[in-house]
């Protein structure tokens, strides 16, 4: 199938520091294109790929699980490693899940997570129940574009696959099962109303991760896809003060 409008996905080669971002669940990389051009513009190594199933038609992602997700953006990881002396991870919402994972799997090479809104519990009881309801509907009502800020839009799909949705809680329960694996600092961004992902994953994440220093900051002017809302600039600056702070080669410190 052909790919929506402005959901391909992005990569710039930049200097030996990189980042991976993931995208959420049955978004796109629209959502995180302007993250990822604000890194590559402050001289950074980008990798925003596209997950499977994503980008075209919902039915596409019925055929995926959250293990193909997981592999998309771990072969992301091992094509900016190779080129790059350390990496950071970022992601938002169900990407801010497969970026913790990244920092679980790879332990000893990730030098910092971003995540926005991560999403890692269960805090929709269709979910509970998703093994069955897929039998049964193959998809339901959409969760993307929960944007504040007027005109601002996410490309995706406006109907939440079934069967692709089932495999999420396992995909949660292993990255919340190796939060103690992650020894890189995190720093999380959480919208004070967010109308997709509630409370309990900070929450979890910050009890959890502990071998990691994980640092909060609340954004008062956003929903859910805040990378397109009115408090995106303050998660692009801080992203790049974060990758200045803990990267080893200072690179990102002349664009902020």
């Not at 009881?125 to 193959?138: E, T």
């Not at 089932?166 to 694996?181: G, H």
């Not at 397109?228 to 664009?255: C, K, M, P």
Request: charged share 20%; with cysteine; glycine share 8%.
């Amino acid at each position: 199938m052909p790919l929506l409008a402005e959901a391909e996905p992005f990569r710039h080669a930049g200097g030996r520091t990189g980042v991976v971002l993931c995208h959420g669940f049955t978004g796109s990389p629209q959502s995180m294109r302007p993250w990822a051009e604000r890194l590559a513009a402050a001289g950074l190594t980008v990798d925003l790929p596209l997950l499977p199933g994503h980008g075209t038609v919902w039915r596409d992602m019925n055929a995926t699980t959250g293990d193909d997700w997981f592999g998309a953006v771990d072969e992301a990881f091992s094509r900016v490693r190779s080129s790059c002396d350390e990496v950071f991870v970022m992601g938002l919402s169900m990407g801010g899940c497969l970026a913790l994972r990244l920092a679980e799997v790879h332990a000893d090479e990730v030098a910092g997570v971003v995540v926005v809104n991560p999403s890692i519990a269960v805090e929709d009881r269709l979910l509970h129940v998703a093994h069955v309801v897929k039998l049964l509907l193959p998809s339901v009502r959409g969760v993307t574009s929960d944007i504040k800020k007027p005109g601002a839009y996410e490309v995706g799909y406006d109907r939440i696959p079934v069967s692709a949705a089932a495999t999420l809680p396992r995909l949660w329960r292993t990255t919340r099962r190796d939060l103690p694996l992650i020894t890189a600092p995190i720093l999380a961004y959480r919208s004070r109303e967010d109308h997709v992902v509630g409370p309990a994953s900070l929450r979890i994440l910050t009890k959890r991760a502990v071998r990691s220093t994980v640092t909060v900051h609340e954004l008062d002017n956003s929903y859910h896809v805040a990378t397109l809302d009115n408090d995106a600039e303050t998660i692009f600056a801080g992203s790049l003060a974060f990758v200045r702070e803990h990267g080893r080669s200072g690179e990102g410190a002349e664009h902020d």
